[in-house]
């Protein structure tokens, strides 16, 4: 079992900046990949970026939108998420997610609120 939390969430104006963070424990070592989503009110969620646990590459559901950048810190089993020029459409429960495999998501945090004001 992988177990991840999630934290850095909170309320901040629009056009601030946040930076999530996702601590993994657990069976580290079973780890292929990890990955942020979000899930607004009224809305699916939806995949937002992957990281590569053992390497660097990193994949973006949208590499346009250079507002997202995910990084790792694998000495300190977290994955971080950075979001700038925040937009009140960003406001979501922002979930980290562990995977095992290349096709799925295994493991799932407690999700952490991102509410961003205008």
């Known amino acids: 079992q992988v177990q991840l939390v999630e934290s850095g969430g909170g309320l901040v104006q629009a056009g601030g900046s946040l930076r999530l963070s996702c601590a993994a424990s657990g069976r580290i070592f079973s780890i292929n990949r990890m990955g942020w989503f979000r899930q607004a009110p009224g809305k699916e969620r939806e995949f937002i970026a992957a990281?590569?646990?053992?390497?660097?590459?990193?994949y973006y559901a949208d590499p346009s939108k250079d507002r997202f950048t995910i990084s790792k810190d694998n000495a300190e089993n977290t994955v971080y998420l950075e979001i700038n020029s925040l937009e009140p459409e960003d406001t979501a429960v922002y979930y980290c997610a562990a995977g095992q495999y290349e096709l799925r998501w295994d493991y799932w945090g407690q999700g952490t609120q991102v509410t961003v004001s205008s």
């Open positions: 990281i590569r646990w053992r390497g660097r590459d990193t």
